[in-house]
């Protein structure tokens, strides 16, 4: 970095949290939803099977585009609508499983593991109450962002300085007794700082695709995310899925290429044309030319 880099950084990083006060309240409050969609994923996640979880956390885009459509007047296209409703179905085919037989799989006996016990109720709300918070603060951000104007860099870091604060004060509120005598970083072994890794590495990742690609992509990547995951989990937990689980994620694999997809081909404009070889200079065609 060249010299007074590092410094002029943190002026910028300042000046866009304190110099903006008023800009980094409004975004308070998608901060702080963002602060509790994580912690409910990791309820989530704690009650539910990875593969349920993933499955059911594409509620997402349902309720994303339910507050697009109420606070942006978002027009969606049939197929748009119809990729929504095939995506509810899905899920719906997937918790009903889930609640019926043991989360839609069964899990063999040597794979089970071994913890606290699990609530399939707890983590359905947890994860129902993600895909909500996750909408509702995605559609809010928009909406500042198209308002304010600004960079997204600096709002990122308006949203962040809040989060942290939040979580900060959170945890010292919660724990902060064990935090004073094991220190800050107790418990963080190599799994731990690949999850913080994974989690900050995630959202720049879903930016480049968005910025260097586009949202079909985007799109076909969350499809193959369910199916590593049910992969993964059948490798690592025993995890095994039955036929409606299998139907249920079919069909929201369906519905999030279905929603990805362009509404139409735009027009070309149609290649310029050089003029003929007899037309006359563009000054006479105007009109200009004396007795006209």
């Not at 978002?74 to 043991?102: D, H, I, M, P, Y």
């Not at 945890?171 to 007794?177: F, N, R, V």
């Not at 220190?183 to 968005?210: H, R």
Request: proline fraction near 6%; charge should be positive; charged fraction near 10%.
């Amino acid at each position: 970095c060249p010299p007074g880099s590092v410094r002029q950084t943190a002026v910028t990083l300042h000046e866009a949290v304190w110099g903006h006060f008023g800009d980094t309240l409004r975004l308070a409050v998608p901060s702080l939803i963002y602060t509790l969609q994580n912690n409910l994923q990791y309820v989530a996640i704690s009650n539910l099977p990875a593969a349920t979880f993933q499955v059911t956390y594409q509620l997402k885009i349902l309720t994303t585009a339910l507050f697009s459509v109420l606070l942006l007047g978002t027009s969606l296209s049939r197929l748009q609508w119809l990729s929504l409703a095939l995506l509810f179905a899905g899920v719906a085919l997937v918790q009903a499983e889930g609640a019926r037989g043991g989360a839609g799989a069964a899990l063999s006996p040597s794979a089970a593991p071994e913890g606290p016990p699990q609530s399939y109720a707890v983590g359905l709300a947890a994860v129902a109450a993600s895909c909500l918070s996750s909408g509702f603060a995605g559609v809010y951000f928009e909406r500042l962002l198209k308002r304010s104007g600004g960079s997204i860099w600096v709002r990122n870091v308006q949203l962040g300085a809040v989060g942290a604060a939040v979580g900060l004060g959170a945890m010292l509120a919660a724990e902060g007794s064990s935090v004073a005598a094991l220190g800050f970083f107790y418990g963080y072994n190599g799994a731990v700082w690949a999850v913080v890794v994974n989690q900050a590495a995630g959202g720049l990742l879903v930016a480049v695709v968005v910025r260097y690609a586009d949202n079909i992509l985007k799109g076909f990547a969350t499809a193959l995310s369910i199916v590593a995951s049910t992969a993964a989990s059948a490798q690592l937990f025993g995890f095994r899925p039955r036929g409606p689980f299998l139907a249920g994620t079919a069909m929201v694999l369906v519905a999030v290429c279905l929603y990805a997809r362009p509404r139409g081909h735009p027009q070309r404009a149609p290649p310029a044309r050089a003029p003929p070889a007899w037309a006359p200079p563009a000054w006479t065609r105007r009109g200009q030319v004396s007795g006209r």
